[in-house]
Structure formats: C-alpha cells, structure tokens
C-alpha cells in the first residue's frame, strides 16, 4: 500500500497559506483596481467638462431651465456653483424649491434646501428673469470653486434657445403658391418673396422680437435699397432690413423707432458684406421702452455683439392687421437677394 508524503522542505507550500496568498494578492490587485477606476472618475486636482442645455419652462414665464446634458465625472454639489452674466447666485438643485428667491443683478435663483450631493449628468438649475434682462445675451457658466469652468452657453431671452426655433409657413404663400419651407433662397432679379397671413404672427401689444440667420448672394450695395429679411406694413410698420449708406448695415424696428447696427448710441458696429452668415437678433419691448438689435458675423453664438440700442419713447404701438413679407416690404419693392436659413418671430 503507498502512502501519499508531503513534503516540508522549501520546495513545499502549506495549502492554507497558499490560500492566505491567494487571497492578499486578490485584495491588492482589487484595491489597486479600485484606485484607479475612481480616480479616472474624479481625478484629483482635474475639473470635469460637460455641456449645458438651456429651456423655457413650459408652465412659468420668464423661468429657465439649465441642465447638464453631458459631464465627464461628477462631483460633490458644495464644489460647483453656476454663474450668470458673471455673478455667482447658487449651489445646484435637483428641483424648484417653495424658498424665497436670491435675487440680484438681474435675476433671481431659489436657494432653497436640497438633498442633491453630487451634480453630473442630469443636474438641473433654475433660473427666473426679470424684465431688466429682457433683450439680452445671457451667460451662464458651471464653475468650480477654485475658479476652473466646467461648462458654458450663452443664451437670448427672446426664445431661451439661441434663436434657432422658426416660424410656421404652412400657411405661407411662394414661388405661385407652391410650399415654403426654410432654407428660403431669395432670388431679388425673380421678385421672390414669401406672404404670410396676418394670423400667422400674433400682433405686437408688449414686444416684437426677431431672430434669424441669413446670408447675402450679392454685394449689399448691388441690392434693392432697404432690402426686406421680413416687413409688415412696410415704413409705417415692423421691419428688419438692409439700410444706410450702400445697405452697409442691418436695420430692425417700427414705424419711426428703428435702430441700426451701426453702433451708435451703445454698441459695436457691424457692417453687411457678401457671403457670410450673420446671426441677427432683433428686440422692441414696449414696456421698457427700448429697441436694440444684436449681431454676430460667424454663425456663432458666442461671438455676438450689441451693435445698437435705442430708447423708444411711446407707451404702445399701433397693431396691424395686414399680412407679413418675407425677402420683400411687398409686391414689387425692395426685395431681398440672400438665403433666410431660420427666422422667428416671437410677439406679445
């Protein structure tokens, strides 16, 4: 009969502490693991980057909401604030708390108590304007506390959505009555233009604003003089078109308030040229009593500058009830050569 020998010399491993080994070895490589993955997640001394998304809230004028749409890694809530126009008004929050409101600068942030400890994908924020900040270009920036910018976007308080929404032309007539859809290609030696009925853009009470982006086929001084983008009620009306010296320049209002991008009074001249895409945004608040016109000459939001602003001295305007022009103040006047990639009209 044969008898199993274990050996005990030093080429001989107890199983129990082989299993210890086993074991330690398994905990370390696990730690180690463990480690790096979290500090992939939230390395130390690295600020996460994300992108902000910003909406009208459906159910609250004036209210915003700004969402972190994408983050790297979260973090703890009490690292990160959120500025506007450059002031520092919260902490994030995972809902719209009953608290009374900070309020500062323009705007105004609910401050209440939340149970949200980390901010990331999904963080909400929200934000109430006031009717100073009406007709502007609005920054907000996710920052962290040591001054490092995690996210950024720019918004106009016209639509809360860069402008990039567009007017209905289901009821628009073009081209003999065939459909208008957006790009809309204005050819000014075909008289093109597009008519849309009186109903389709409620009429101006408090405001009238327009944004659009657009680009010019011909020389600016090659084109019908006021060259129309959209027009009702030609002169004695609301326009935005070409003007000055040569249609060198935008011009947006009504009646006899208009102003032009030609910086005068408050803003940074911007002149039209051939071939490029402009981003315009135009903004006449009765209640205020101003009118101003904003312009970029990038497509780009974040380069947009005040390029006019005016004060308008009336408590109301007239309302029309005529139909609007689009590429045209009418029938056979002042027609536009370019493309309309998007335009909307918000009125109230």
């Known amino acids: ?27 370390m490589i696990s730690g180690v693991l463990l480690v790096l993955v979290l500090g ?44 506007v126009n450059g002031q520092k008004p919260i902490r994030a929050l995972n809902s719209y708390p009953v608290s009374s409101p900070y309020s500062g600068n323009g705007f105004t942030f609910n401050t209440g108590q939340t149970s949200l400890s980390q901010i990331g994908t999904g963080s909400r924020f929200y934000l109430d304007m006031s009717d100073s900040l009406r007709g502007s270009v609005i920054t907000v920036q996710l920052m962290k506390q040591n001054g490092a910018v995690m996210a950024s976007t720019m918004f106009f308080v016209a639509d809360g959505n860069s402008g990039q929404t567009t007017i209905d032309l289901s009821d628009a007539t073009w081209k003999n009555n065939t459909s208008a859809t957006f790009p809309l290609v204005f050819v000014a030696s075909d008289n093109e233009r597009v008519t849309l009925p009186h109903n389709a853009i409620a009429p101006p009470t408090k405001y009238f604003n327009v944004s659009c982006k657009i680009k ?3 020389p600016p001084s090659s084109q019908d003089n006021w060259a129309t983008i959209i027009n009702l009620n030609g002169d004695n009306g609301y326009r ?19 102003v032009r991008s030609d910086g005068n009074q408050v803003g940074t001249p911007v002149e039209v040229k051939e071939g490029v895409e402009y981003q315009i945004w135009g ?15 990038s497509g780009d ?3 947009m500058v005040l390029a006019g602003i005016k004060d308008y001295n009336r408590n109301e305007m007239p309302i029309y009830q005529g139909d609007w022009n689009l590429g ?6 002042r027609y536009f050569d370019g493309v309309v990639y998007w335009l909307n009209v918000e009125t109230a």
């Not at 004028?61 to 009490?78: C, L, V």
């Open 1 to 27: 009969m044969q008898r199993k020998r274990i050996r005990q010399g030093r080429q001989a491993v107890s199983p129990i502490i082989g299993t210890i080994l086993m074991v330690a070895i398994t905990v």
């Open 40 to 83: 992939m997640m939230n390395p130390d001394g690295v600020s996460p980057t994300g992108v902000l998304d910003v909406k009208k809230d459906a159910q609250v004028d004036d209210r915003f909401e700004i969402s972190i749409k994408a983050m790297t890694f979260s973090i703890p809530a009490e690292e990160a604030f959120l500025t």
């Open 216 to 218: 010019l086929n011909s």
């Open 240 to 258: 935005l078109q070409l003007s000055g010296s040569g249609n060198n320049y935008f011009e947006f209002g009504a009646r006899n308030y208009w």
């Open 283 to 297: 903004v006449f608040d009765f209640e205020l009593r101003k009118v101003s016109i904003w312009v970029n000459a």
């Open 301 to 303: 939001i974040n380069t």
């Open 328 to 333: 045209a103040r009418g029938f056979n006047d």
